[in-house]
């Protein structure tokens, strides 16, 4: 499984970015696909993350201005983010899981300015 990620950027605080994310190759082992960040100096974190059955989870500093969604085609997998501030300001990387194996793309940097 490839990934690729797209849609970041810079911002102002307060604006709004979507990320997105293609995933090529085999899905048949995938089960959820999603968003992490890493922020410099800091470690890897889940943002957001969509299983096959629709289910979702989200950090909590997502705190209702991150929404996940996936296509019908399940190789797609979006991330709208509103009401972005300084902290959200890090590299996007998505993700896609399953049957113990992990999958990344190479990261979109998000950077909000102030």
């Known amino acids: 499984v490839q990934l690729q990620a797209s849609g970041g950027g810079v911002v102002q605080a307060g604006g709004s970015l979507r990320l997105s994310c293609e995933a090529s190759?085999?899905?048949?082992?995938?089960?959820?696909m999603g968003w992490y960040r890493q922020a410099p100096g800091k470690q890897r974190e889940l943002v957001a993350v969509?299983?096959?059955?629709?289910?979702?989870k989200y950090a909590d500093f997502v705190k209702g201005r991150f929404t996940i969604s996936r296509d019908n085609s399940k190789k797609n997998v979006y991330l709208q983010m509103n009401s972005l501030n300084s902290e959200d300001t890090a590299v996007y990387y998505c993700?896609?899981?399953?049957?113990?194996?992990?999958?990344w793309g190479q990261g979109t940097q998000v950077t909000v300015s102030s």
């Open positions: 969509k299983t096959n059955d629709g289910s979702t």
């Open positions: 190759g085999s899905m048949f082992s995938i089960n959820s």
């Open positions: 993700n896609a899981e399953g049957f113990g194996r992990q999958y």
